[in-house]
């Protein structure tokens, strides 16, 4: 089944690049927009149609075979050849992946996305975010201590259960710098997007509104639809389907192995279990310590890494829990800096300095372009803007205040800020958020691209396409000098959700996300990362959750067959 433009064939997409390019310039009166994309609209579904082609409409979770259970008695004490710790965002096409060909246990804190409205449907997207709770909500809300408020997935599928959908690949740079293979990477998208990212068929009134605003801004070329993270204004895929409903990470779980695959919901680590072999001075992972994440810390069950007879290989316990829970679970393990550790009396495994630090968040200036809250129904971004040399990334969306109002906004994010934060434990209890510092705008550059973000957004907002949308036009600016924009960037600054770091390559993992001084653990997840790649790093934490496991598959089978060859001597 065909699910996403760049795979229709070249005439379709030929024709359809003609109608794109076919657009006048950005002095098109707003009340043409519909119009342009109603007829691209008409012309994709009559495509498809004479194609036999259409989406997917089965319900959710409606063809899993794998094992999924909250029921933490069936998992207790069992082994198996790789435990990952997370279901989320990179966790899942990791399982999936390490399924094909190994046992594996994939452990999330959080319940199941499916029959959940609140996840599914795009008609409520940002509800997650209105009501959270303590322990189960699928979104768990937590404050830097920069006073900026932000959130954390907690449910199957991970963030990719309840962000905008935004799916938007990394740079041919950050692809190289990161050292990855390019075929593989490439392949690892595309199996991604087989499954889960969808073209939008139209534009919604906001979104065609958002793109026409940035084209009046100067925010050029046109790109029309693309994957890729290119400069200027384009239309990016979505998770969310042409029916309205989300596909989140979970959904790839379905590729995997059924029979190899089990997932342990509402179930929370408490910390990793190690070995340490004194003779050949080696400390290995050998499982996990885990409770029910509405029980008590008191009850704990374990999990173990199950050892291959006649074979020296043997799997890894995975960290995929997100650059809070990563660094978190690490240092409740007694891996990080040893004065932090000896705080909570948690023995010292391994002295890392590294744990914790590095941590960064996308400084974030949101304007709201309407006059007052409307009872508008949500609308998740489906344009970027990328300007400055790939520094500034505008976005748009409708977002809920309550469950029946709502606020118009144009965010822009830093894309690569140079300020770095740290994170520490809190508690030790592992349901808690630990301690986030990400220091937005302490670095003067960050400032200086801050403002320039700020007299863009400034223009966009006042742009005639929005003052249209609204029936009003915005007259005030929001400053005028350098100086109230500096105050205005330190008062405003808020997070897009896209913080990475404090398991970084290099400092924490090597190149093969394996932790150094530790054997058979890795780490695989946005902590893992200096930098947001792309216009979201969604897209690019699913691939590497296959990218990766199909190294991980690889590396295997040249250990084993390494091992016959010895055997056979």
Not at 389 to 418: G, H, Q, W
Request: with cysteine; charged share 20%.
């Amino acid at each position: 089944m065909i699910r996403i433009a760049h795979k229709l064939p070249n005439k379709i997409l030929l024709s359809l690049c003609s109608q794109v390019n076919a657009l006048p310039d950005c002095n098109m009166e707003p009340a043409q927009i519909n119009q342009v994309h109603n007829v691209l609209t008409a012309f994709l579904l009559f495509s498809l149609a004479n194609l036999g082609l259409s989406f997917p409409f089965e319900p959710q979770g409606g063809n899993r075979q794998w094992h999924m259970t909250s029921d933490v008695k069936q998992v207790a004490g069992k082994s198996y050849d790789y435990i990952i710790v997370g279901g989320g965002t990179c966790g899942c096409p990791l399982a999936a992946t390490l399924s094909e060909k190994f046992s594996v246990l994939l452990i999330e804190r959080g319940g199941s996305p499916y029959g959940n409205p609140l996840v599914i449907d795009r008609r409520y997207y940002g509800f997650p975010f209105i009501k959270t709770d303590k322990y189960m909500s699928v979104a768990q809300s937590f404050t830097s201590q920069d006073g900026v408020g932000n959130m954390r997935g907690r449910v199957l599928g991970g963030s990719s259960a309840i962000n905008g959908g935004f799916y938007s690949r990394a740079s041919e740079d950050f692809v190289c710098k990161a050292g990855w293979d390019k075929k593989l990477v490439r392949e690892a998208y595309e199996w991604v997007e087989s499954k889960v990212v969808f073209p939008p068929l139209f534009l919604s009134p906001w979104q065609s509104v958002a793109e026409f605003s940035l084209l009046e801004a100067g925010l050029l070329p046109y790109n029309g639809f693309s994957l890729e993270h290119v400069k200027g204004t384009k239309i990016s895929g979505s998770v969310f389907d042409g029916f309205g409903k989300r596909h989140t990470s979970a959904d790839l779980l379905n590729a995997g192995n059924p029979e190899n695959l089990t997932v342990l919901l509402n179930a929370t680590v408490k910390s990793i279990i190690f070995h340490h072999n004194s003779y050949m001075n080696k400390t290995r992972a050998k499982g996990i310590r885990f409770i029910q994440s509405n029980g008590t810390l008191d009850e704990t069950h374990e999990a173990y890494i199950k050892k291959v007879q006649n074979s020296s290989t043997r799997g890894d316990v995975i960290l995929a829990a997100g650059a809070l829970g990563s660094p978190q679970l690490l240092l409740l393990s007694g891996i990080g800096p040893k004065e932090q550790l000896r705080k909570f009396n948690i023995p010292v495994v391994h002295d890392m300095k590294g744990v914790g630090q590095g941590m960064q968040d996308n400084p974030c200036i949101a304007v709201l372009v309407d006059s007052k809250p409307q009872n508008r129904l949500p609308d998740p971004p489906q344009i970027a803007g990328i300007t400055d040399n790939f520094k500034i990334i505008v976005e748009a969306s409708i977002l809920p205040l309550s469950y029946n109002s709502s606020r118009v906004n144009v965010a822009a994010k830093i894309a690569m800020p140079t300020s770095k934060g740290m994170l520490e434990l809190n508690s030790t209890d592992p349901r808690l958020n630990p301690s986030v510092r990400f220091n937005y705008l302490a670095n003067d550059n960050d400032m200086d691209e801050c403002i320039k973000m700020t007299k863009l957004l400034d223009r966009i907002a006042r742009s005639k396409s929005i003052a249209y949308f609204l029936g009003e036009s915005r007259q005030e600016k929001l400053t005028s000098t350098d100086v109230d924009l500096r105050n205005f960037c330190k008062k405003n600054v808020r997070t897009i959700y896209h913080y990475h770091g404090g398991c970084t390559v290099g400092s924490v993992v090597d190149e093969h996300y394996k932790v150094h001084g530790i054997k058979g653990l890795r780490i695989l997840d946005g902590s893992t990362l200096t930098e947001s790649p792309g216009t979201n790093p969604m897209a690019t934490l699913l691939m590497l959750g296959r990218y990766q496991g199909l190294k991980i598959l690889t590396e295997r089978k040249e250990a084993s067959d390494s091992n016959v060859k010895e055997h056979k001597k």
